[in-house]
C-alpha cells in the first residue's frame, strides 16, 4: 500500500560568543545562538579611560569597526580588544615604564628650581601630588 513519509528539516545553529579583552576595557553584546544564515551583529562599547582597537578571532583581526557585522555559518568566538588611554598627568599609575617617565619628567622640571630644605625626592613627591590633586 501506500505510505505517507514527513521529512523534518532544521537549519543548523551556531553559538556566537564575544568577550572584552582586557575585561576591564568595556562590554560587548550580540553574542548567542544563531540560525545558519542569520545577520549577526556584535558591538563593542570601551569603558571610560579605554579606546576600542579591534574584534580578533583565533588572534586574528577580522574588524575595526565597534559594530562587526556578519551571517552566521559556523560557531565563532570573537574578542573585542581595548587599549587603556594614557593621559599626561597620569603616567605613574601605568605601571613601571610610566612610572618612570614621569619621575624623568618630574626630575628635569625641578632640576633647574631647587626648594631649599627639600631632597629631591621630597620635591618630586611634591611634584607628584600636584599633578594628581
Known amino acids: 500500500g501506500d505510505r505517507t513519509l ?3 528539516f532544521s537549519l543548523n545553529t551556531y553559538t556566537i560568543a564575544v568577550s572584552a579583552n582586557p575585561a576591564a576595557g568595556g562590554a560587548v553584546a550580540g553574542g548567542g ?3 545558519h544564515g542569520a545577520a549577526v551583529v556584535v558591538t563593542a562599547t570601551a569603558n571610560p579611560g579605554y579606546t576600542f582597537v579591534n ?3 583565533a588572534g586574528v583581526e577580522v574588524s575595526t569597526a565597534a559594530s562587526y557585522s556578519f551571517t552566521a555559518t559556523g560557531d565563532r568566538t570573537l ?3 581595548f587599549s587603556q588611554i594614557l593621559v599626561p598627568g597620569g603616567f605613574a599609575q601605568r ?4 612610572g618612570f617617565l614621569l ?3 618630574a626630575e628635569q622640571l625641578l632640576h633647574p628650581v631647587q626648594i631649599a ?3 629631591q625626592g621630597a620635591q618630586l613627591a611634591a ?4 599633578v594628581h590633586g
Not at 611634584?127 to 600636584?130: A, L, P
Open 55 to 57: 574584534w580578533t578571532e
Open 33 to 35: 545562538v544563531y540560525a
Open 79 to 81: 574578542v573585542a580588544n
Open 117 to 119: 630644605g627639600l631632597s
Open 127 to 130: 611634584f607628584c601630588v600636584g
Open 103 to 105: 619621575r624623568r619628567f
Open 6 to 8: 514527513v521529512a523534518n
Open 95 to 98: 605601571g613601571l615604564l610610566g
